[in-house]
Nanobody, 129 residues
Framework: QVQLVESGGGLVQAGGSLRLSCAAS????????MGWFRQAPGKEREFVVA????????TYGDSVKGRFTISRDNAKNTVYLQMNSLKPEDTAVYYC??????????????????????WGQGTQVTVSS
């Protein structure tokens, strides 16, 4: 089992930045693809970004390309989401998720939430205009 805990959310003005963290326990994250998703009130869950277990392959959702950056520190068992140039439409609960390599490989960076095995509880990000 992998337990994921997000932190770093909060209230920020449009144009500002935030860095979210996702700390894992239970198992090392180095074998897992990691993803960030978000869900705004009344909307479906949206893929934000994913990073592969090895090779540093990244896949970004169209709405965040050029503004958000995912990184991982396997020594700290932590994944980060740097969010710059934030917009009001980025307001949502942000979730990190982990996908095991079984059946997917170590270069997986999928955007489908159903392909992820473990989820955090989420952290709220609110961007004011």
């Amino acid at each position: 089992q992998v337990q994921l805990v997000e932190s770093g959310g909060g209230l920020v003005q449009a144009g500002g930045s935030l860095r979210l963290s996702c700390a894992a326990s239970g198992r090392t994250l180095s074998n897992y693809a990691m993803g960030w998703f978000r869900q705004a009130p009344g909307k479906e869950r949206e893929f934000v970004v994913a990073i592969s277990a090895i090779g540093g392959i990244r896949t970004y959702g169209d709405s965040v390309k050029g503004r958000f950056t995912i990184s991982r520190d396997n020594a700290k068992n932590t994944v980060y989401l740097q969010m710059n140039s934030l917009k009001p439409e980025d307001t949502a609960v942000y979730y990190c998720a982990a996908a095991a390599p079984a059946g997917r490989g170590y270069y997986y960076t999928g955007s489908e939430g159903r392909d992820y095995d473990y989820w955090g509880q989420g952290t709220q990000v609110t961007v004011s205009s």
